[in-house]
C-alpha cells in the first residue's frame, strides 16, 4: 500500500487476567521509582474488573476492522504486556516485511503520547528487520473527530436532553511536561482543545464546553494539569452533563475507572444527570483514517528535543 507493505498497531497492552494485573504494572512503572503501595492501590481497580483491562480486546477489535480496508498485512504490538512488540518485529522479519508505517493508539502529542513511542520503535527495531515510520498526531483529523461526533451525539440522545454540558476529559500530566510538549511547548493541551472544539463545532452546538483532566498519579507535591473531573463534577453549574473521553481512542482501565465508576459515582450523589461518549474504537470513520494516514506522504519525525521524558524519581 504506497510505501509501505504492512502496518503494525502500537499499543500501551494491559493485563488479561488476575494473575497479570502486578506483572504488568511493574512493566508500566520499571525505572520509575513508583513506591509498591501505589501499585498495589491500583492492582485492585483492575481486580474489580476480573484482573481484565478491555484495552487488549479492543486492539484485536481494531485490527479485525482494519484488515478489510487495508491491502497490507496488519500486526499489533505493546509496550507492556503480550503480546509485546518486539515479538511482533521479530514476526514482521520473519514475514519479509521491509517497510511498516506505525499507528500508536494515542493520538497526541507529548511525552507518554508520542515521544516514547519513537522510544518503543528504537527499542524494538531490529537488524534485518522492517522500517517502522511512526504515523502523525490525529486527534484534528477528521476521521476522529467525526468518530467522537457520532459517540457524543449518541450519548446525549441516550441522556434525552439538550441542554447538557459537554465536559471533555484527557489523562492529567504534570505541568512540567505539559510545558514542554512540542517544539515549542503546550502542544498537549493545545491540540486537545482543537480537538474538543472540532467535534463541537460537528455537532453544531454553540454552548460553551469545559476541558478537564483525569488518571492523575504521582507524589502530590508536583503539579498536573488540573481540574480533575470529579473536583469539576463538583463545582459544576449544569442540568447534565455528557463526559467526552477525548483524548483517549479505546476504553482503557482510566475510561472505565476513572469516569465509569468514579465519576459516575460523584454524579450520582450530586443528583447530576451524566452520560460517558464512546470512545473513537472501530468507528468506521476512524478506522478509514487509519488508511488516510498510510496514503499521506511520509511524516516528518518530531525532533528529538520535542517532548523530553519527565525527571524521574530516584529508587531507593
Same mark, same amino acid.
Given at each position: ?7 503494525? !498497531? #502500537? ?5 488479561? /487476567?488476575?494473575?497479570?494485573?502486578? $506483572? &504488568?504494572? *511493574?512493566?508500566? @512503572? =520499571? ?37 478489510? !480496508? #487495508? ?5 499489533? /504490538?505493546?509496550?507492556?504486556?503480550? $503480546? &509485546?512488540? *518486539?515479538?511482533? @518485529? =521479530? ?52 476521521? &476522529? ?172
Amino acid at each position: 500500500m504506497g510505501i509501505y507493505d504492512a502496518l503494525l !498497531v #502500537l499499543s500501551f497492552g494491559g493485563p488479561e /487476567g488476575p494473575d497479570d494485573v502486578m $506483572p &504488568f504494572l *511493574e512493566n508500566v @512503572v =520499571r525505572g520509575r521509582g513508583v513506591p509498591r503501595e501505589r501499585l498495589l492501590e491500583v492492582a485492585e481497580h483492575y481486580q474489580s474488573f476480573g484482573g481484565v483491562s478491555p484495552i487488549n480486546q479492543q486492539n484485536r477489535d481494531l485490527v479485525e476492522a482494519l484488515r478489510p !480496508v #487495508l491491502d497490507v498485512p496488519v500486526y499489533w /504490538g505493546n509496550r507492556n504486556w503480550h $503480546p &509485546f512488540g *518486539e515479538d511482533t @518485529v =521479530r514476526q514482521m522479519k520473519a514475514d519479509g516485511v521491509r517497510k511498516a508505517a506505525v499507528f500508536a493508539t494515542s493520538a497526541f502529542a507529548g511525552y507518554s503520547s508520542c515521544r516514547q513511542y519513537y522510544e518503543d520503535i528504537a527499542r524494538i527495531s531490529i537488524e534485518g528487520g522492517p522500517e517502522l515510520v511512526k504515523m502523525r498526531h490525529y486527534g484534528e483529523h477528521p476521521g &476522529f473527530v467525526a468518530a467522537m461526533a457520532d459517540h457524543t451525539r449518541a450519548a446525549l440522545e441516550r441522556l434525552g436532553r439538550d441542554d447538557a454540558r459537554l465536559v471533555f476529559t484527557a489523562h492529567s500530566i504534570p505541568v512540567s511536561m505539559a510545558e514542554t510538549a512540542g517544539p515549542e511547548g503546550g502542544l498537549y493541551e493545545a491540540q486537545l482543545r482543537r480537538s474538543a472544539e472540532l467535534v463541537n463545532q460537528a455537532l453544531g452546538r454553540t454552548q460553551p464546553w469545559d476541558l478537564v483532566w483525569q488518571s492523575r498519579s504521582g507524589p502530590p507535591q508536583v503539579p498536573w494539569l488540573e481540574p480533575d473531573v470529579c473536583d469539576h463534577l463538583r463545582k459544576i453549574e449544569a442540568p447534565a452533563v455528557v463526559l467526552v473521553p477525548i483524548g483517549f481512542v479505546s476504553d482503557h482501565m482510566e475510561v472505565v475507572y476513572d469516569l465509569d465508576t468514579e465519576a459516575r459515582a460523584v454524579a450520582a450523589e450530586l443528583g447530576l444527570p451524566m452520560e460517558r461518549a464512546a470512545t473513537a474504537g472501530t468507528h468506521p470513520r476512524f478506522v478509514r483514517m487509519v488508511r488516510e494516514l498510510m496514503e499521506e506522504p511520509e511524516p516528518v519525525p518530531c525532533p528529538l528535543t520535542c517532548c523530553p521524558p519527565p525527571r524521574r524519581r530516584p529508587q531507593a
